[in-house]
């Protein structure tokens, strides 16, 4: 580290050998630098990022780069302490350049130097991400991010995680698995507008050894606002898009004479569709009572235990009386106009029947409410219920 040198003017000799020190103000004394992970460290942790701290004056410019990559960061709002926004990739040398000034103009000091992180003994990254890059996806959306390792340091890969969107929304990630993280906004997504999810894994801990080295990134569009209503009792389907009423459509939904064939009450969101899509009776064999093996045109998947709408050529049975094995059927070509239409997302509420959709059923997500959807996430901090939202980088301190 190199500290600016105060030079002070010649000062007089008076009487041979004896020496009179001028009066006036003693200069200030440079301010300092502290640089964490310390200059020429060779072993540095990747996850505790990188932290620059002056003392007796305010920072000037922080650059530090991960080879020939720029490192961002953020002052604190007092400007004296740098943080990188998030953790540094392992294995690779870093430099850093910082300056700080005193007040009033005192002198300034100016550190460089640099440092190498240590390499990963074990890597884990995002396998997959649901919605696709670029993909425009329906309102109820949430975004699902599969790892291809168990995650045990959630709070460390939680908190790299981001996720921001044209119309800022209030969102949550939630744990459903130790290698699946589902976020869900608090409300609908607004509609037209682009999305960005952003996995700043490169250095993050997941586990003892286990570091991830790179980022993960994906833009996706929300589309127009399609919702649809499902009445049991009336036998009613109802699509509206963007609050105006689009479709109308007599339906027969599940018979309810087992369990199995009763349709289940909540919100569902599409999940996949398929024309057609082979349907085989579950627990069955052929020849066993209530078989049956079908190619179904238009099936939208609304849940994992089988439930889709689809069509369906019993007119007879639709706007009168439920006779399915617990999909929702509608005319033929009412089914196709819902199967063109629909996007992954689009909500579909159903009501009137005395089995509710669990929430971890397929993407029944809005299922849960919000105070208890939240509770999933490893940030999650009920004093008060709102702190815990905030994004923070990870927390360092200098040795």
């Known amino acids: 580290m190199r500290r600016a040198l105060v030079l002070l003017g010649g000062l007089p000799l008076i009487g041979g050998c004896s020496l009179v020190r001028a009066e006036g103000p003693v200069p200030p004394a440079p301010p300092t630098i502290a640089v964490s992970p310390a200059f ?3 072993q540095a942790r ?12 305010k920072l000037g410019k922080v650059d530090a780069y991960a080879g020939a990559v720029a490192i961002p960061g953020r002052y604190d709002s007092t400007g004296t302490v740098w943080r990188s926004s998030w953790t540094l990739p ?6 850093v350049t910082a300056t700080a000034a005193g007040p009033q103009g005192g002198p300034t000091t100016l550190a460089m130097g640099r440092f ?4 990963a003994q074990r890597t884990f990254k995002v396998a997959s991400v649901s919605p696709l890059p670029g993909e425009t996806v329906g309102v109820g959306t949430p975004i699902i991010v599969t790892f291809d390792n168990p995650i045990r340091h959630k709070a460390a890969v939680e908190r790299a995680m981001e996720v921001r969107s044209t119309k800022p929304v209030e969102g949550a990630w939630r744990w459903t698995s130790d290698t699946e993280a589902v976020y869900r906004t608090r409300h609908y997504w607004p509609a037209r507008q682009n999305v960005s999810f952003t996995a700043h894994l490169s250095g993050v801990r997941a586990a003892p050894g286990v570091y ?3 980022d993960h990134a994906l833009t996706f569009t929300i589309g127009r606002r399609q919702t649809s209503s499902v009445d049991t009792v009336t036998h009613q389907m109802v699509v509206r898009r963007d609050g105006a009423i689009v479709q109308t459509m007599a339906i027969s939904a599940g018979m309810a004479t087992t369990r199995e064939y009763t349709t289940t009450s ?4 599409t999940m996949e569709k398929g024309d057609p899509v082979r349907m085989i009776s579950p627990g069955r064999r052929k020849g066993d009572p209530g078989f049956y093996d079908l190619l179904i045109d238009h099936a939208v998947r609304i849940s994992n235990s089988g439930e889709y709408v689809h069509a369906k050529n019993n007119v007879w049975a639709q706007g009168r009386v439920n006779v399915s094995h617990g999909c929702v059927n ?4 009412q089914a196709a106009w819902f199967y063109d239409n629909s996007l992954r997302g689009d909500p579909v509420t159903i009501v009137r029947t005395d089995r509710v959709l669990e929430w971890n059923n397929g993407w029944g997500y809005w299922q849960l409410p919000w105070d208890k959807w939240v509770q999933g996430s490893a940030l999650y901090d009920p004093r008060p219920s709102d702190v815990w939202v ?10």
């Open 212 to 214: 991830g080295t790179a």
């Open 90 to 95: 392992p294995g690779v040398e870093h430099t």
């Open 390 to 399: 905030t994004t923070k980088p990870p927390p360092h301190a200098l040795p």
């Open 266 to 269: 909540g919100i569902h969101l």
């Open 46 to 57: 990747p996850d505790r990022g990188l932290v620059v701290k002056a003392s007796g004056g």
């Open 116 to 119: 190498r992180t240590r390499a």
């Open 330 to 333: 509608a005319r033929p070509d």
């Open 40 to 42: 020429d460290t060779d």
